[in-house]
């Protein structure tokens, strides 16, 4: 499945059948990639009430590193 957009539902995403399914949440986390691309992080901000970046979008690290940042980014939710 490919996301498309988060709304105040959940996830809306692309299936392996090409139509549109959402995934109820109250909360959604974006995990992509491992170098910063500043483009798509700032394309993110406005797209929740909370957005937090972690990991390897602020600076290249190890997983140990990522994982601390996700975790304390979800206690603050």
Do not use: W
Not at 3 to 19: A, F, I, P
Not at 20 to 28: F, G, K, N, S, Y
Request: charged share 25%; hydrophobic share 40%; glycine share 10%.
């Amino acid at each position: 499945m490919a996301g498309l957009s988060v709304t105040k539902e959940g996830l809306v995403c692309r299936n392996g059948d090409g139509n549109e399914e959402l995934i109820p949440a109250d909360t959604v986390i974006c995990a992509v990639g491992q170098r910063a691309n500043r483009p798509e992080v700032e394309g993110l901000y406005y797209s929740a009430p909370f957005v937090r970046e972690v990991g390897d979008c602020l600076r290249p690290a190890n997983i140990t590193k990522a994982i601390y940042e996700g975790f304390h980014a979800a206690m603050d939710i």
